[in-house]
């Protein structure tokens, strides 16, 4: 299995460096400008709530492998509580003028599948991205 990780600093600078190494990954796998872009924002979702909702300066880890179902996205960190309606529930729609809160329903319209773990050291979510 062909994986890719690295350490991202418990701060908002580690957006911008995730979206990086998916952009660079996608690049070597050859994708679509639609899947580098879907990645690129799916990605930035899931780090984004691993640093705004979780607390203490440990890093958050950014896991990029190809599965059988296509690529998955994982970013796990030192938090156990599991994000409320990744997946089932609806999620209530943010009011127009929020900024904020339309990241898990980006993840779960967007990508082909999406969850979230329980590790030993925290949590694990993650999405796929089927490959085209």
């Not at 050859?30 to 979702?45: H, N, R």
């Amino acid at each position: 299995m062909t994986a890719w990780s690295i350490e991202l600093p418990h701060t908002a600078a580690a957006v911008p460096i995730a979206r990086a190494l998916i952009r660079n990954v996608l690049h070597e796998l050859d994708a679509t400008e639609t899947d580098l872009d879907t990645a690129e924002l799916l990605t930035s979702e899931l780090v984004t709530n691993a640093v705004e909702h979780t607390r203490g300066p440990h890093p958050v880890e950014l896991w990029v492998q190809l599965v059988p179902a296509g690529l998955q996205v994982e970013v796990r960190d030192r938090d156990p509580e599991l994000p409320v309606n990744l997946l089932g529930a609806d999620i209530p729609p943010a009011p127009l003028v929020d900024e904020t809160g339309r990241g898990l329903l980006l993840i779960r319209t967007l990508s082909t599948d999406a969850g979230a773990r329980l590790t030993p050291q925290g949590k694990a979510v993650w999405f796929i991205l089927k490959n085209h």
